[in-house]
Each structure stands twice: as structure tokens, then as C-alpha cells.
């Protein structure tokens, strides 16, 4: 069953993946940096800025804060730091940073927003 071009497959697929990973991250960070530099001097700018802030935040916090406890998964044992705390980083600050989408779309929903102006 083991063939060899299922390994090839494999390490294929998985330098695809790297790939997109690599070109995910520069959209984001373009996408992210682009709009902030051509208005730098507009409110939306400095709101801009501290969202980007505030996420990059959230994410060395929520690192710093992560696990490093080993995991045993199906008898094998993780203990590599840095990927168990990286792990733990992208799920806790996913649910922070949706909880917060969340309460902000209700908080523009309730009409405060319009209210407080």
C-alpha cells in the first residue's frame, strides 16, 4: 500500500501548502499596509493603525499567555514549545478577535454608534 509516489504526492502537496501560506501572508500584510500608507493622515488611517496594533497584540499576548504543557495524541508525544504555544496563540486569539467582531457588529446594530455623535 505504501508507495512511493504517495510520498512524492505528499511532500508535493505539502510544499503547495507552504506556497500558499507564504502568498496568504503577503496579501494580508499588503492588503493590511497598503491602504494605511496612502492615507496616513485620515481618522480611518489612525483607526486603521490600531487595529493592526490591537491584532498584533492580541496575537504575541495570547503566545506569550499559550501553553507549553506536552500533549500525548494517539500515543505520540508533542512537546515541541514553540508549536504547542503557537497553536494555542491561534486558537485562543481567534475566539478573543470573534467574540470582538461580534460585540462591535452589535454594538453598530444597536444604534449607540449614531446615538453617541
Not at 508507495?3 to 501572508?25: K, N, R
Not at 500525548?72 to 515541541?80: A, L, S, W
Request: proline residues 3%; aromatic residues 8%; glycine residues 8%.
Amino acid at each position: 500500500m505504501a508507495d512511493v509516489g504517495s510520498y512524492l504526492l505528499a511532500e508535493v502537496m505539502l510544499w503547495l501548502m507552504y506556497i500558499v501560506v507564504v502568498v496568504a501572508v503577503v496579501v494580508v500584510v499588503v492588503s493590511a499596509v497598503r491602504p494605511l500608507m496612502i492615507a496616513p493622515r485620515r481618522s480611518s488611517g489612525n483607526r486603521g493603525w490600531m487595529t493592526v496594533g490591537g491584532t498584533a497584540a492580541v496575537l504575541l499576548l495570547t503566545w506569550l499567555m499559550g501553553s507549553s504543557k506536552p500533549l500525548v495524541v494517539n500515543g505520540t508525544v508533542y512537546n515541541e514549545t514553540f508549536w504547542l504555544k503557537t497553536t494555542d496563540m491561534l486558537i485562543v486569539s481567534a475566539l478573543i478577535l470573534m467574540f470582538v467582531a461580534a460585540a462591535l457588529v452589535l454594538f453598530g446594530i444597536s444604534g449607540l454608534s449614531r446615538r453617541m455623535k
